[in-house]
């Protein structure tokens, strides 16, 4: 019988990418998003490919479509978290509820789906957990503050877990992508926007939106979570199109690479 791998945030960009592969490669895949309804692109095979709702941030949600894909195929081999998106902005002109709602999908309900599918990995004593990360879980550029908080709280997160679960044989581990061509530097963005700020929000956001447009598209995304999934290893990172920005901040001085990613976004 084939694999089951669980995806969250599968309606567009990485997940939808993921979901495909996947399924391409003889998986059985639980694609999961808010509104299924509008996946028209999902494959039209019931036995291998099922598009469930869920939404991350309510726990009763993430228990019914955990629950529905257990009883629908018996177990989930891989869980990959990849539901989230970027709050953009200069951190001053942010409210108290668009912060509250980055936390809640990117970190607090990364958490739920986790916690939700913890015991039937334990028992069995198998699985592998996913967690879309980002080179900004490591690095950081100006104008993402709500959005590196969440990603370094990922990654602070994924390392404590995989200490807890290592005796359960169920493995943690981080993708971690750079720039990617996606909707995340399009609609999926919510941007907040100060008058006080906007010379430097003008000029500092062409550097970054040129950097995704120019940007490899999720397919490279796809096949790292698919060696992850499947190298049965305990390698815990996987950096995507992000080599080069990790490789500079781990040989620099923290002040010099500072001054060089300043450089390279005012310039």
């Known amino acids: 019988?084939?694999?089951?791998?669980?995806?969250?945030?599968?309606?567009?960009?990485?997940?939808?990418?993921?979901?495909?592969?996947?399924?391409?490669?003889?998986?059985?895949?639980?694609?999961?998003?808010?509104?299924?309804?509008?996946?028209?692109w999902a494959p039209p095979d019931e036995?291998?490919?099922?598009?469930?709702?869920?939404?991350?941030?309510?726990?009763?949600?993430?228990?019914?479509?955990?629950?529905?894909?257990?009883?629908?195929w018996g177990g989930v081999d891989v869980l990959i978290n990849n539901a989230?998106?970027?709050?953009?902005?200069?951190?001053?002109?942010?409210?108290?509820?668009?912060?509250?709602?980055?936390?809640?999908?990117?970190?607090?309900?990364?958490?739920?789906?986790?916690?939700?599918?913890?015991?039937?990995?334990?028992?069995?004593?198998?699985?592998?957990?996913?967690?879309?990360s980002s080179v900004g879980g490591r690095v950081t550029f100006p104008l993402y503050s709500c959005y590196h908080s969440t990603k370094w709280a990922v990654e602070g997160f994924s390392e404590s877990l995989q200490f807890e679960l290592k005796p359960f044989n169920v493995k943690v581990k981080l993708v971690e992508p750079g720039a990617i061509r996606t909707e995340f530097y399009d609609r999926s963005q919510d941007r907040v926007e100060a008058?006080?700020?906007?010379?430097?929000?003008?000029?500092?956001?062409?550097r970054l939106q040129q950097a995704g447009e120019k940007a490899p598209g999720p397919q490279?995304?796809?096949?790292?979570?698919?060696?992850?999934?499947?190298?049965?290893?305990?390698?815990?990172?996987?950096?995507?199109n992000s080599s080069d920005v990790l490789w500079l901040r781990k040989l620099l001085p923290e002040g010099l690479f500072r001054a060089f990613v300043g450089w390279y976004l005012m310039r």
């Open 84 to 132: 989230g998106y970027g709050l953009v902005g200069p951190f001053e002109a942010t409210s108290a509820e668009q912060v509250h709602r980055q936390f809640d999908t990117n970190v607090f309900g990364l958490m739920n789906v986790t916690r939700a599918l913890l015991p039937h990995f334990r028992e069995k004593k198998d699985g592998v957990i996913i967690n879309v």
């Open 1 to 40: 019988m084939s694999k089951v791998v669980f995806i969250t945030g599968a309606s567009a960009g990485i997940g939808k990418d993921a979901a495909l592969y996947f399924h391409e490669r003889g998986w059985r895949v639980a694609a999961t998003m808010r509104t299924p309804a509008k996946a028209d």
């Open 220 to 240: 490279i995304v796809s096949r790292t979570l698919w060696q992850a999934a499947t190298d049965n290893s305990w390698k815990m990172r996987y950096p995507v």
């Open 47 to 72: 036995q291998r490919f099922c598009t469930v709702a869920l939404d991350v941030t309510r726990e009763d949600s993430v228990q019914a479509a955990v629950n529905s894909v257990l009883q629908r």
């Open 195 to 206: 008058p006080e700020y906007q010379p430097f929000y003008d000029q500092t956001m062409v």
